[in-house]
């Protein structure tokens, strides 16, 4: 399968050969169709899927290799439902300060829960910055910081594509950055996981409408003198 390093080389000056060409293709059909999906219907996954996603973003790039994350899976209904009550109590909380009206509290609420209840399981990603290096100086440390977090993106980015490539759906909810502490003592995980975002994954009850992108040109500057 695929071409050898030497004939992608050369694919450079004569064009593109075949296989690379489909490869480029299988490529741009996954990442297109990779979508947000917010509503999902309850029917039981294979785990075993769930634990490949996890596998595939392993192979993300991270800072010295250390793979600064960690993906931890939920899929007992009573520990999802604990997990929705104390996280909406927490986001009511923070709308009421907010000042929203309560009916609209309530809506956003309930619409957060149905993510976190209805699909079979969630999987809470966490920053891990266990192995991270050290440096004296607050700056290089912001960075060390930093670069684990884009880490984290990439290797979100993988899990999800290799749940679309299954054929399941999932979602990125982006809560836990706003109450980390609740989501740690429900799940009474360790306290080097900090959770930073939570993926309800299932299949999907509605399509989701996808957001148009960006023209090309408006996403990059070319510096040509
Ligand atoms: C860091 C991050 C946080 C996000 N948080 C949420 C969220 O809390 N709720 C939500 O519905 N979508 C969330 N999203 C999904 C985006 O809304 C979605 O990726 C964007 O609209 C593009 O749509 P697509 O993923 O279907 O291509 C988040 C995405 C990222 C990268």
Known sequence: MGCSRRRLRTSHVRGWCFLNRDRVRALEDLLHGRASVRSFRPDAIDIAMVERAIEAAGWAPSPHGTQPWRFVIVEQPEIRQKLATAMADTWREQLRADTMETGEIERRVLNSRDRIETPPVVV??????????????????????????????????????????????????????????????????????????????????????????????SLMVKIND
């Open 124 to 217: 809470i990603a966490c920053l891990h910055l266990g192995d991270a290096h050290h440096y004296p100086d607050p700056n290089r440390q912001e960075a060390e910081r930093i670069m684990a977090i884009q880490s984290f993106g990439a290797a979100a980015q993988n899990f999800l594509l290799m749940i679309h490539a299954q054929g399941l759906a999932a979602g990125w909810m982006c809560a836990p950055l706003f109450c980390p502490d609740v989501i740690s003592s429900t799940l009474r995980l360790e306290a080097s996981f900090i959770p930073h975002a939570l993926f309800p994954v299932g299949l999907e009850s509605n399509a989701p409408r996808r957001r148009g992108r960006r023209a090309l040109e």
